[in-house]
């Protein structure tokens, strides 16, 4: 199921990327039907993610089991299964925006818009710019303090990378996924096309 649009923000997407590696081996620990806490619990004792320090390996993996649950079985079995490096990194990053709506917020009104007006330079301030919008009337994202909100931005420039929407020097790409990957999405929610740069087509109806 699709989160609402109208979810509260959740800003805790503060490390690592898309963990395209560690998400791989979350995905086949997931037993369909079981909670995503039993999952966790699961990937912990295996040692999903090769982190130091207890803590970071369970904030890690609690980050991964958050983004793959807002995935549906399908695309769940698509990432395991079938696609290819590319729609496994798109499929994290659609997962990503699916889990936080700051992020979707950011792929669609910052990434898109920009794209759609040929403004394919995207500088670090476009975060902050958004940021500062949102924060005027929501409590949660005013007080978050300036030395995460950086860590934010940098987290989120290395997702968009990672799923190839963003060039290494911030130039917004054309997004491409394989016909299968857009269409499993498209029967899902059509809207989640938006947050891939010039994937919809004049025919793609929202």
């Known amino acids: 199921m699709t989160p609402d649009r109208l979810q509260p923000y959740k800003m805790s997407f503060s490390t690592g990327g898309l963990f395209l590696n560690e998400s791989l081996v979350v995905a086949r620990l997931h037993v369909p ?16 993610a090769s982190l130091p320090k207890a803590a970071s390996q369970r904030r890690t993996l609690r980050e991964i089991c958050n983004r793959l649950a807002a995935l549906t079985q399908e695309e769940r079995d ?3 299964d079938e696609a290819d490096r590319g729609d496994q990194l798109a499929l994290l990053w659609l997962a990503t925006c699916r889990a936080y709506r700051f992020v979707r917020e950011f792929a669609v009104e910052v990434l898109r818009e920009r794209y759609l007006s040929f403004q394919l330079d995207l500088s670090l301030d476009s975060f902050d710019i958004l940021f500062a919008a949102k924060a005027e009337w929501d409590d949660g994202i ?16 290395r997702m968009m990378r990672e799923a190839t929407v963003l060039s290494a020097d911030n130039r917004i790409l054309s997004a491409y996924v394989s016909p299968r990957l857009k269409a499993l999405i498209a029967d899902h929610d059509r809207q989640d096309i938006l947050i891939f740069p010039g994937l919809a087509s004049a025919g793609d109806r929202f």
């Not at 039907?33 to 999903?48: I, K």
């Not at 005013?142 to 420039?157: C, D, N, W």
């Open 33 to 48: 039907g079981e909670p995503w806490s039993a999952t966790l619990d699961h990937a912990l004792s295996e040692g999903a």
């Open 78 to 80: 698509f990432f395991l």
């Open 142 to 157: 005013a007080k978050i303090s300036a030395s995460t909100q950086a860590k934010l931005r940098q987290v989120l420039f």
